[in-house]
Nanobody, 121 residues
Framework: QVQVVESGGGLVQPGGSLRLSCVAS????????MGWYRQAPGKQRELVAR???????DYAAFVKGRFTISRDNAKNTVYLQMNSLKPEDTGVYYC???????????????WGQGTQVTVSS
């Protein structure tokens, strides 16, 4: 049906950078929005950033100014450029896509399996 796949996670030192990628594929008619969420051990999943095309991107307060979300509509891909990373940014980063399939006209959310980001010396 629809697949959402993240990549680009890894181990980075404090102050370093990573760029995450997420690709949505399958019988997609249109994508309304794509975003990034993260979950640290023992904590709830939280919004990192989200973009809906013509709208201004939505950022969590704790990442604004360090992270940038961008989207390539032609490739059904969203990116998260993460700079000035801190140890507290460590967690599993999940991608979401709000989309319509070719056979179902109602907007629905799809999630990837996540990619691990570890910020440590």
């Amino acid at each position: 049906q629809v697949q959402v796949v993240e990549s680009g996670g890894g181990l980075v030192q404090p102050g370093g950078s990573l760029r995450l990628s997420c690709v949505a594929s399958g019988s997609i008619s249109s994508i309304s929005a794509m975003g990034w969420y993260r979950q640290a051990p023992g904590k709830q999943r939280e919004l990192v950033a989200r973009t809906s095309g013509g709208s201004r991107p939505d950022y969590a307060a704790f990442v604004k100014g360090r992270f940038t979300i961008s989207r390539d509509n032609a490739k059904n891909t969203v990116y998260l450029q993460m700079n000035s990373l801190k140890p507290e940014d460590t967690g599993v980063y999940y991608c979401s896509a709000t989309l319509r399939t070719s056979w179902y006209g109602v907007l629905s959310d799809y999630w990837g399996q996540g990619t691990q980001v570890t910020v440590s010396s």
